[in-house]
């Protein structure tokens, strides 16, 4: 964690200290009828900042000198979704495949005390390839939305700098198989 110095306002990084984390995870892969494939994962966590004195001495204000029981750990998602779905086929005697992709993030902090929100996004991606001989081609499509949502924010020294996810990305691949 990033912490100021008052008054010369001097950034130190340090371990927190104890950290609890508590969740459950699931994850499903199935080969469906006519080529199709499915994935889901979900998790559900609770990861808090631990109970101790000098844990809890991370979440003090003026208001609160004993610190905050049980509070979020900074970049730590209760919620992450994900499932995809994938049709092979074969075209001209070549193999051949569509996929979606879908992704849910929950809300987090980067910071203690609730600061610093990011988080609750969803994003969408699609492909598509075909292998001919030893080549496979493929193109891709990653946030489909052009989501901006926050991934971290950053406000040690009062940069206000914050980082988004990666914008709309369009591309293409080629492999080779040897």
């Known amino acids: 964690v990033t912490f100021l110095t008052d008054p010369e306002g001097a950034a130190f990084y340090f371990n927190a200290g104890k950290a609890v984390s508590k969740g459950i995870e699931f994850e ?3 080969r469906m009828p006519d080529n199709w494939y499915a994935q889901f994962s979900a998790s559900w966590t609770k990861t808090t900042l631990g109970n101790d004195p000098d844990s809890r001495s991370l979440t ?9 029981r049980d509070a979020d750990l900074p970049g730590s998602p209760d919620h992450n979704i994900y499932a995809a779905l994938e049709k ?3 075209v001209g005697g070549h193999e051949a495949f569509v996929r979606g ?5 929950s809300q987090y902090f980067s910071f203690f005390n609730n600061f610093g929100e990011a988080g609750d996004y969803h994003l969408f991606s699609a492909s598509a390839g075909i292998t001919v001989d030893n080549i496979r081609l493929s193109m891709f ?5 052009n989501r901006d949502d926050f991934t971290w924010v950053d ?5 206000g700098r914050a980082y988004r996810l990666r914008p709309r990305t369009i591309g293409a691949n080629i492999g080779f198989n040897f």
């Open 101 to 105: 992709d879908w992704t849910y993030v």
């Open 141 to 145: 499509a990653k946030n489909l939305t």
């Open 88 to 90: 092979r086929f074969r």
């Open 28 to 30: 499903l892969s199935a």
């Open 60 to 68: 003090a204000t003026p208001d609160n000198p004993d610190g905050v």
């Open 155 to 159: 406000n040690t020294l009062g940069s």
